[in-house]
Structure formats: C-alpha cells, structure tokens
C-alpha cells in the first residue's frame, strides 16, 4: 500500500508569497484525503498533480479563513471541471452554512448562468458532514479518520488522525496543549502541527494565547512520544519577512525533542508507506 502526505500550504492568514494557506493531503493508494483549504490551496493541489474535481474528501479543521477560504474556489471548480464522485466535507458545526453560503449564496449569479447552459448540477453541493464529538469520522477498508475537538479562539476545532497500513498520521490546525490531544497525538508516526512563531513573538500578540510556538510543540511531541514531526502555519515570517525563522524555530524544537523535526515548506512530500 502507498501512503504519502503532502504539505500543500504552509503558511497562514498574510498572503506570503512563499507560503499558500494552510493546507495538507494524505494519498492513500491514490485516493486523496485533503485536511482544511486556506488561500491559495488550490492552484497548490493543481501543482501537486491532484486536480480538483479528483478530490472527494475534505477535512476542516475550523472556520478562520486561513484554513477554509479557497473552499468555495474547490467546490465550484470541481464542479465546473465535471466531478465524478460526490464531495464529502467534514468540519466542526456551522459549516454547512458556511459551505451554502460561500457557494451557492455567494455565486448565485455566475451558477445561474452555467446551469442555463446546460451544466449538470452534480458536484455543485457538498455533503456536509459536522463533527459533534471525538471520535471516528470515516471508516474504510484501508484508512480510518478520526477526530477530537482542541482549544483555538473559543471555536470549535478539530485535529484529526487517520490510520493507514499500520501508520497513524495526526494533522493539527491551530490550537494550544492539553491532555486530550496529547492523548491524541500518542505515539504517531507523524505529527503535523502548527509553531506559529516564538514564545516572545507570541507574547506581544493578541491572539498569541491561541497558537504554539517551539517550547510548546517540543513538549507535546516529547509528552505523545512521535516518531516525527512537520512544522507549519508561520504566522511570524508572514509578519516579520524573516525568512530564516522557521528553521530556527524547528532548531529549538530539536533541543526538547529528539525526533526528526522538519520546518515545513509548499510542495513537501514524505513517503509514509509504499
């Protein structure tokens, strides 16, 4: 079996050129399971080899629109690109609205004007599924996904694990540390999780309460005991322009955790599996 993940977008909220919004995909055996679909996800997906109408899973994380704003984009160019198989979107409550909303509500008039030209409506509305709970989301004969709610910005948000040929893979949107998604995260064979900047950086923030930086990523990854661990979602560089900081920040990561720890970057590959 062949399993590889790919980091689409590692960036976050600023549009940095380097980085498209946070975006990832495990392929198992060539079906694609996409995990949230930030700004720029895509055009990313298209440079990955994966077009979009191919990608009939998709995963959100929550509802910041780093993480969901190129979903209406996906959902209306699936369509238009003639999807074979329905869509099927999980993601924590309000996201059926935000799906209605932000296609058909939104692009009412460009829909109108293809459906009167004959487009088949088919692929134009998602299913929507909302996670209520913890717990297994998608059971199939050769993955499983599973989900627990995190702490983010008072929303509802959601990590999520899939267990594939004997691997288990557990991405992270945004979030801070807590028992439950320690637990979670136990003994993974690859954490995806966010290091938004440094704990100085985060501190002189607003929102910096809501985000992990180096000290708080190593500690979960030496509490779950992971085997290995990509780095994500660079808030700091999209500020700063530092283009250094993520490798420093990986370089701290390393001195509490003695896994393999990689900063992130658009178009990583890992063979999981194969």
Sequence with gaps: MSVTFVLLGSGAVRANPRRVGPSQLLVVDGEVLMFDCG??????LARAGFPAENVNLLFLTHLHFDHC????????????????????????????????KGVRAAWEVDIATRLAHGKDPFGLDPEVVEI??????LVRERFKVAAVPT?????????????TAGKRIVIIGDTTPSPQLSEFCREA????C??????????????????????????????????????????????????E?????????????????????????????D
Aim: net charge negative; with cysteine.
């Design 189 to 192: 064979d690859l954490l995806v």
């Design 245 to 273: 900081v993520a490798e420093r920040m990986a370089e701290e990561v390393r001195g509490i955790y003695n896994g393999e720890v990689i900063a992130g970057f658009d178009g990583l590959e890992l063979v999981l599996e």
């Design 194 to 243: 966010e290091c938004s900047g440094t704990a100085e950086f985060l501190a002189q923030q607003p929102w910096g309460k809501w985000h992990m930086n180096p000290a708080t990523v190593g500690a979960l990854a030496v509490e779950a005991k992971v085997k290995r661990l990509v780095l994500k979602h660079f808030v700091i560089e999209d500020i700063t322009g530092d283009l």
């Design 132 to 137: 209520a709970e913890a717990g297994d989301l």
């Design 39 to 44: 700004p720029g996800a895509t055009r990313a």
């Design 69 to 100: 704003g190129d979903c209406p984009y996906f959902v209306l160019l699936g369509w238009n690109n003639t999807r074979k198989k329905p869509l099927r979107i999980f993601g924590p409550p309000h996201t059926q609205e935000f799906v209605e």
């Design 151 to 163: 702490e983010h910005a008072d929303m509802d948000t959601f990590a999520f694990a899939v267990e």
